[in-house]
Each structure stands twice: as C-alpha cells, then as structure tokens.
C-alpha cells in the first residue's frame, strides 16, 4: 500500500504526468490556483468572485481538492499497476514448466548417446541455448531443439495438428524437434535452439506495469473524444470573463481553474488505463497471455474464429470407435486379440482400445496388466503388442508392418485375406479414420490376420457446448483440417461448427482469412504448427497455445498459457467486456457533468444577478460551498468508481437493444442521480464550515 | 381557437405536408445524386467550363473544388458589391464598403446570410438577382453537395459492386467520393431551379410582389408621403426559403408584407424551409439501403424540433412582464397576422435550419424565449439543420452516439457498415469543437478589447443582459453560418463586418473540411456484413434517445454559463 501511494506520487509529477493530458490540465489549474491563493494571501486581498465575496480560506481549500483530485485519480492508477504485477510475478513463479534431463559436459565423439555422462533434472525453464538434453520415451519435449543423436517416434499433434506420429533422427532433414511435443518410443539426444518458456511473462509484466502500455484503438478514439471535451472547457474558462465584461464582475482565477478541474472528464482519464490493466489482469487469472493492449480488445471485435481441428475440436489423438473382424474369426475372438495387444500399452490408441472393449460388454475378464512381456511400440517396427508365457505373441499396427511382421514369422497371408484387410482399411481411411491391423501367432500355430480396429478422432466433450456459445457471442466458427472435405464436414456437423475449410495447406489458411477479412469480419485463429505461422500473424487476433512452436508463438498475440483452446470464450467476453466498462464510465460521466453544471455555473455570476440562485437546483448553501462541494465530488468520484473499473461491467449476451436500454439507464440515469444526492450531501458537511 | 389549438394544427399541417413530401423528394434527391446521366444543358455546361464530368474525386480533390468554386464566388460577388455604382439597374445606389461587401459576400457564400445592412437601401436589382440570388443558389447546392459526399462514403461499397462512373456509389479502393462540379451542378439545375420557380409561382399567387418598379412614392391617408420600394421579390424568396439561405429582399425579411404576406404564405415559408432537411435522411436510408437509418434521424430532428417549438411558444404565451400580460401575449415585435403560434414556429424553423430568416422581431422575444432561439442554433442546427447542412451535422453526431452505444455494449463500433474508428472520432471531435470555439473566441475578443467593447455597447440597442445577448446572438448565429439576427445591435460597423465575415467563413469552411475528410474515411473502408444478432441496435428508439441527449449535452456544457450571462440573467436573474 506504501508503495501505491509513493508511487501515485511519483505519477504528480509533470515529467511522467503529461503522458495523461487531461491529468495534466487538472495539475496546471491546481498549480494555477495554489499560485493565486498564495498571491492573495502575502497581498491580503480579499477573495471575490462574479461580485460576491468568497471566504477567507476559499482559494486555498479549492486548491487542495484539485491536487487531491489529481493525486487520487494517480492513486487509482497506481493501484491497478500494483495488482496487475502482483499477478504478474506469481504467474512468472508458476509457469508451467517441465523438467528436462540436462547433460552435463556432453561429448558427441565418445558418448554420442550419453549413456555415461552426468545427467541432471532441471526445470526447462532454466534451459538455455546449446544446452544438451536426453529425451526418452514418455517425456515432454523441453524445448525446440536438434536430434544429435538417436532416432524417435513423436507425437507432435498438439503442435502440428497431424495425429499420425512422425519420424524424428539425428543427421537428417527431420531432425528438428518441437518443444512441447511428446516421444512415444525410443531415446534421443538433442541440442536446445530455443527455450520453451520465452520473455512473453515478461512482456505481459511490462504491459500490467503500465511503462510500455500500448493505447487499443478504441481508448484511442475516446481519448480524442475526452480531448475535445477537455478543450471545450478550457475555452470556457479562457471566455467567460471577457464575455462577462459587460455586465458582470470577473469570476476568481481559482474558481475558473476549478471549473475546468471539476468538468473535465478527468475521472475516465484516471480510470481508462484502470480498465486496460484489469482486463489484462482476468485474462492473467484465466492463463491468457496477452502481446498488446490492442490485441486485447481487437479480442472483444471478433466476428470470426478459425479454429484448428485437432486439439480443439477433437482429441487429436486418434481412439478406437470399431472392432471389423476379418475372415472366420468372431468378433468375440478380435476383441480379445485387441485387449491383449493393448493391455499393457500406455498410448491412446491402447488405452481407447480397452475403453471400447469395455463399451461393448466384450471384455475378456480373464485378461489383466502384466499378462505378459509387452511389446512396446516403436519406430522401427511400427509394431505394438504382446507376447504371452504360453508362446502366444498378439501384435496390432499399421497394415503394412502387420503383414510384414506376419511374413517375416513364415506365415504370408493368402491373397484372399489380404485382400478383404486392404477393402477394409480402404473403407475406415476414405472415412477419415486411421485402421489398426491386429493379428496373433499362437506358440507353434499359424500367425494370422484376425481384423481390424477403427481409429477416429473423436469431438471433445463439451466442444459443442462452447461454439453454441461462441455463437450466442455473435462469432462464427470455422474448423480447418488437413483432412478430406467430407471428414471435415462430418467432424464439423458432429461438433456444431458453422463452418470448415478441409485439405487445408498454409496457403488456402491464409486465403481463406483474407476472404474473411475482406467481407469485414475479425478474424480469430488458433493454431500451434509452424506453418500456422503466416496465418497467425494475418489473423486480427492470433491465439496460440504454450505448447506452439516458437514460430508460432511470435506470430500470436495470445498466448494461452494451459493449453486450452477454448480459451477463446473467455478472451471474446473479457475483450468485450472492457470496453463496455469504457462506454458506461464514460456514459456516467457526461450524465454526471450535467448535474455539474447546475451545480457550478448558477453560483458563477449569483452575485451580480441575485435571481440565479432559483436555477440552482440543488439548493446548496453559498456559491463556495458549491464550487468546493463539486470538487470533493470528483476525488469522491474517483474513489467510488474504482471498483467498477476493476471490475468492469457484466457483460450481457442477450438482446443488444435491451442491453443498451437498460446500461442507459443504469449509467446514464444514474449518473444524473449519483452525483445529484452526492454533491447535495457534501454540501451539508461544507455548510457547517463558517462562511460556506 | 386556442393558442394550443391552433399552434397543434399548424404543426399538424405542417407534419402532413412535409411526411408527403418525404418519400419523393428525399428519392430524386438521391436519384440526382447517383445517377449515371447527365443532361445535355449539363454537358453543355461540362465542357463550357472545362471538367470531366465522369472524374471521381478524393476527398482532398473535392475539397478543395469545394473552396476553389466559393472563392471564385466570393470573389466575383465582392466585386459586383463594390462596383454597384457602375452596374445599370442599381436604383441610383452607391457601391458598398469594403468591409460591408466582404461581410456581405461571405456571408451569402457561404449560406449564412447575415445581413449588416438594410438591402432595399443598399443594393439595387442587379446584385439583388446577379450576385446575391446567384450565391443563395449556388452556396446551398454545395451545401447539398458536401452532404451527398459525406452520404456516399458511408454508402461506398466494394468496387466489384461499383455503379455508374461517377456518381453511383463510390469505390472503397480508390476513396472517392463524387464529382464536386456534377453534385452542385446537378443540385442546382435538378433540384434548386426548377423547384425555385415552382414556388415562386405559388408565392406570387399568395401575395408576394414581383416587379422591377423601383421606389413608388405614394401619399398616405394622413397627407404624408412615403416611399415603398418595390422589386423582383418572389423569385429571390424561393430560394431564400429553400436554400435555407435567409437573406431577405426587405430588411424587414419574412415580417414585410410584400415578403410573407398571409398566414398561410407564413406557413407555406417554414414548410420551405424545413422540406429539403427534412427529406435528406431519406436520401441517406436510399442511397445506403436501410431506411431506418434515415427514419433515427428524422425522429430524432423532430424530438429537437418539438422541444424547441413547445418551450419557446410557452414562453411567449406565459410573456413575463407587465406589457405583454396586458397584451395577453408577448406580442411587441410580432405581426398581427401571424400571432405568437406563427411566429415562434418560423422562428423555431429558421433558428433549427440556417435560414437566416425571420417573421418577428427576435431580440422581443421574452428572455427565455429568446434563449430557446440561441439554444436552437447552439445545437450546432441539427434540428433539422440546414439543406445539407443539417444531414451532415447530425451524421456527425451520429458518429459519436453510434461509438458510445458500441462502447456501453462491448462492441465494434459500425454505422452502416463502415468502421468507427481513432480517425473518424479524432475528425468528429474537432467538430464539436469549431464552432463553439469559433463563436466564444469572437465573442471573447470582441468584449475584451476594451475599445471595441465600448464600440459594441454603444450599438446595442438595449444595456446589461439584453444587450449582451444581441452581441451574444450575432456571433453565435454567425459562426454556425445561420445569419438571422436579434436584432437591437448595430452589426453595420468595420469590426464587427470584419470579424463577423471572418467568423462566418471558418464556421463555414472547416467543418466542411472535417466532413469531407470523414467522408473520405468511410469511402475507404469495406463494409462489414453484419446479421441479425451483431448488429448495433443503432435504429431502436433508445438510440434516438441517447441521440437527442448527446445534442444536448455536446452543446450545453461550452454555452450553459453565456446564457447564464445573458437570456436567464435576464429572465430569471432579476
């Protein structure tokens, strides 16, 4: 709390100060008005203003209150900073992070694999550049990097959105390897190029601290708006005494600075960056990075979303949906088969196996973990499965490897066979779905070919739920995959997207968003691959997830920091959100000068024209209290406000046009009553005051 | 009849005429402006003068044929005034000051039409019909024409819909916005000319004079003698009425007999003036497609109509004072014929449009009465503005209501489409702020060289508050281009014609910059497609609350405390 209030100190003065020029004005007419009282009070002079004698201690108490109103106004900003790097900070402590097996003193002649070398487990935050790590099978990958060694199959769909598993080896063209992607099977070394976390925490400090805050277009525009109104009060304070000349004493110097003090709208000054850093504070809260403030509420202006398929819309990995015995064997004996090739295999395709055996009451209950020795899959052998005491070996894998495997034990499959597999893998792949063959060799017995299982995406639960939202929001969804149109059209259907773009390369993306932009919608794109690197940096809003390649990472300017790509919801209604907050401060304030105005300017010339007092409508008691009163409204104003800016205002989804009624009346109606009762109460406490 | 009654049925007639003419003219207005045709007087005219008639200008280009085409006017028409002495058909009248002329040729340039003298002892025939009839028409076909280019950046859409060359929709690509020399063409030989002569016909059948007599001198009833002076009167009424020009042919203005002779040539008068404001929100609902746009802006200029014409006639009807309670009625300064519900409905007409026009006595009004004229014009003339100014006054506060509406809802701020973005809001808060500036500033230096003040009071024909809203009055009225005056002050000096001049030119000139700007801004921009569930509820009758309030509250913050100074001081600060 010291250091917010040390800090709004700081903010008075002028050199950091005129970053905020409607702060700014408030400053000068405070300094104007301190000059002026001290003036009057070394000459003695009695205060008077538009004809009327003020009293003594008058000019000094309206400077007070205009430096309090600016000191307040500081306050309220430095108190949001305040907040938004607290968050910041623990978010930093807590990032996500994964360990890595660092090698120390790696030697690529002698040790190529590091087998002997020290290997320590560091967080892969810590990782830097040149840094050498072991990756085995199971582990996140730590950070991008180059395979110096071995040979691996990686999952890399959470980055690249391609569920088949790839090849990656050391000395070929694919030896790149992803941070954030998983290895499946094998071992390799790799050298780091590019530490996973990068400096976007710190970007997002830089941004909560307010140093470096970019202004958003619209905060751009109603600060042109606040200029204009701003100026229109100084021309005002800068006329009325010529104007007045004719038929009126002048009106106090101090009493024009704090017409200009009390009418400018020096409270949305105060609050707009409150509302800027709390938006970026929920978004911290809900694990959103955010690049930009523009970003932020570019987020609130989205008309359109590209969402990639895997990972959003789908798993991504592929699961088990169908069992299609071939030849002879039952479905009975398939499943069976099946469960025993996956009971001790951790990927997804073995896990959904046993899930779909379980869904479909075939479960073996004679089958447990540990049956056997566990084949585990690998990239060499494209093979997984398992090999039972009784010299019975059960293996699932792609077509070919299975047929392969089969041959290689002697037991080629007759033409008929393979032909009626082929139809059936024919089938599932035109389908959009991956086929697993799954053939078994009892100890002695002739191998054989026993069917095949189904492998789908399949939609995540829950994804309807949120494009039926996402539509409530008024944003259309569109669902890219490098899959066949009509599997894009079924998964599309299934998840109740509007729309979807299949076969898509990087080109027809980037097209595609242009086409959209073009017709004037926003466009929104998630996407985590390399090549998603253009049309990230094309889209109005670019939201990648942590896990993204680096490249992708720096075309975003989201980063959404768990992974989870729904996040989207969120970033739209935040977005949204605060510049509702923007629109019913801004609201409230010019309902709140008009109640200003009746309370400032009838006392102006009541010394000269007796009469006004009947258009002073609140009654307050003297024109010095209602110059004072107006003035301790506004730091009272300030204050009262703060909560709404951090906070914002509920952002409704319904019917626009009862939305905007009832924020009319909530800010504009109340922003005539708020002030009204405030002003009116503050004069009572004033009034007590001797002379007010 | 009651007053009430009476004031109900003018304004119901006057509703029934004008909701007649809406449709109709707003569409040939559009038509005019976005048809591919040019006729052949126009092709004549085209080539005579030397322009491409199918060139597209941007709005720098237009700009500046907007300026290039008034200082050729305002040049020529000085030299007319100067020269009157010299001209056949001058009645014997000498050539006027220079700083009367310059006032006198600015302010009909640029359809303001502030008259610091009394015509029918100033100028003869032939700078009545050659110099100033010529720029009532001209000055408000380029009103009409700048309104036209602010419509059709809104309207611009994407050049694989792009319309005839050059004044169909314009194309985003490129930005333009129209032709100027083809919108004040066809503005004044479709639209101005041959409905000027239409009404001219109907005038003279009310009554109006139209003759080249000269002064007749007649001998009165009680033996005196007395000049009248006579003239072609209902030809330049038209267009004083229509243009929403103002500039009378008498001094007197609407209030002379031979200028506005019955109650219902009176009423006939304001329907003139209102009709081309009133009708343009429909030609902005054609030429961009939805009519609703058009109708938020008819509601909302009627609200602020309305509420201008009850108030002020209340005030005169409650007439405080003890002259005008005898009188049952704030009568001075009225005509008998038209009564107060006559009087203040042209007056509410003429101080909501900028015709300068006037049947009564302003500076007679009660103070508050008074008060709702200058408020009227404070307003910045949106209600309904003047013929094209008005619809580009109101757009642009459209602008800032359609931005807060987005704001308050958590949206992107779109009007029809087009974006409101930093650009847009920068230009339309430069607006607001030119003439207020511009009428305070003059007012401010005026009063506060001591000198001219002392100039100033000496001319105003009442002291303290009522004398400083005539001075209020003129300096308002001229830096928002309206040109009626309160009457009272003595406007004809070297000062004030000058400063006046000047003021009128910049209200003139730089919204009208702002405003082709804008219209550039839009023309840019590609139109967004917006559905049922997107789109702003920028056509509810809550946006033409919020519409009419921010009018209000864009004026009244910068002029509250001045009528504090003047009308309320006097009205209710004794």
Known sequence: MTRVLLDALRKCDPRVQWRNPVLMLVEACALLATVYALWETVTGATPTSGGAALPGSFHWAAAAWMWLTLYTANVAEALAEGRGRAQAAGLRAAQATTTAHRVRRYDPLRDAAAREATIEAVSSAELRPGDVVVIAEGDTVPADGQVVWGIASIDESAVTGESAPVIRESGAKRATVTGGTRVLSDRVVCRVTMPLGDTRVDQMIALAEGARRQKAPNELALFALLASFSLSFVVVALTLNAVASPVAAPVSLPILAALVAALIPSEIAALLSVTGIAGMYRLLRS?????????????????????????????????????????????????????????DDPTPEGRSTLALAHTTSLMPDDVAAGAGRAIPFSAHTRLSGIDLPDGTQVRKGAESAVLAWLKRAGDQQPRGVVEQVRARTTVIARAGGTPLVVAAKPAGGRGEVLGVIELKDVVKEGAADRFETLRRLGVRTVMITGDNPLTAAAIAAEAGIDDHLGDASPETKLARIRTEQAAGHFVAMTGDGTNDAPALAQADVGVAMSSATAAARESANIVVLDDDPTKLVEIITIGRRSMATRGALTTFNIANDLVRYFALFPVLFVGTFPGLDALNVLRLSSPASAVLSTLIFSVVVIVALVPLALVGVPYRTPDLGTSLSRNLLYFGVGGLLFPAVCIKLIDLVVSLFPGY | MGDGALAAANVAALAVVLAAAYRPLGDYLAHVFTSARHTRAEKVLYRAVGVDPEGRQPWPAYLRAVLAFSLAGLALLYLLLRTQHLLPGSLGLPALRPDLAFNTAVSFVANTNWQAYSPEQ???????????????????????????????????????????????????????????????????LRVLLPASVVVAVVLLAGGVVQNVAGFTDVTTIAGGTQTIPGGPVASQEAIKMLGTNGGGFFNANSAHPFENPTPWTNLFQVFLLLVIPVCLP???????????????????????????????????????????????????????????????????????????????????????????LLLNMMMGEVAPGGAGSGAYAILVMVVIAVFLAALLLGRAPVYLGKRIGVRELQLVSVFILIMPTLALGGLAVSLGITPVRAQILAGTGNTGAHGLTEVMYAFVSAAVNNGSAFAGLSANTPWLNTTLGILILLGRFLPIAVVLALAGSFARQEPTTTTATTELPVHRPQFVGLLVALVLFVALPMFLPYLMLGPLAEGVGR
């Open chain 1, 287 to 343: 694990n959103v990075l955010v690049t930009s403030a523009k970003a932020l509420e570019t987020a609130g202006d989205i008309t359109t979303v590209l969402v990639d398929k895997t990972g959003t819309v789908t798993w991504g990995n592929r699961r088990a949906t169908r069992f299609v015995p071939v030849g002879e064997t039952t479905r009975h004996e398939l499943v069976r088969a099946a469960v025993l090739a996956s009971i």
């Open chain 2, 122 to 188: 100033t100028v003869g025939y032939a700078v009545q019909a050659a110099g100033l009839a010529v720029q009532s028409f001209l000055s408000a076909a380029v009103s009409l024409a700048v309104a036209a280019a602010l419509i059709r950046g809104l309207a611009a859409r994407g050049a694989s819909t792009t319309g005839p060359a050059t004044t169909g929709p314009a194309t985003t690509g490129t930005g333009t916005i129209g032709n100027f020399w083809v919108d004040v063409t066809r503005s004044t």
């Open chain 2, 282 to 372: 429909r030609t902005l609902g054609t030429m961009v497609g939805d009519q609703r746009a058009g109708r938020v802006l008819l509601w909302t200029m009627a609200a602020l109509f309305g509420l201008v014409y009850v108030s002020m006639t209340v005030f005169e009807l409650a007439g405080a004072g003890t002259v005008p309670q005898l009188a049952g009625a704030a009568l001075e300064g009225k005509e008998q014929r038209f009564g107060i519900v006559g009087s203040t409905l042209f007056a509410t007409a003429t101080s909501g449009t900028t015709g300068g026009a006037a049947n009564s006595m302003h500076g007679s009004y009660t103070a508050l009465g008074g008060m709702m």
